[in-house]
Nanobody
């Protein structure tokens, strides 16, 4: 499966953005999906994950209550709604697909989309 992330940009602290990740292929609904991010000089970190049918979601503590992951299997797309953005949310955001929601291992990665939060 090929993944294409979009929706990043420059936003002021406290603002909102919605990232999208479009997947190619007809097997999108078989995959759990995740969002990760990597800030300059830091390691890539987990942000959120969603099971194949959207029934289960997981979030990093740093984004709980501010970010919401969702998916539309009819559109082969997963979303990350981000509100109350903070300076520390600045990073390149990546979407990824996994054959197992519980494994924490991701098989396919999209290119990143830059999110920059300014003061």
């Amino acid at each position: 499966v090929q993944l294409q992330a979009s929706g990043g940009g420059l936003v002021q602290a406290g603002g909102s953005l919605r990232l999208s990740c479009a997947a190619s292929g007809r097997t999108f609904s078989r995959y759990a999906m995740g969002w990760f991010r990597q800030a300059p000089g830091k390691e890539r970190e987990f942000v959120a994950a969603i099971s194949w049918n959207g029934g289960s979601t997981t979030y990093a503590d740093s984004v709980k209550g501010r970010f919401t992951i969702s998916r539309d299997n009819a559109k082969n797309t997963v979303y990350l709604q981000m509100i109350s953005l903070k300076l520390e949310d600045t990073a390149v955001y990546y979407c990824a697909a996994s054959t197992s929601y519980y494994s924490g291992s991701y098989d396919y990665w999209g290119q990143g989309t830059q999110v920059t939060v300014s003061s």
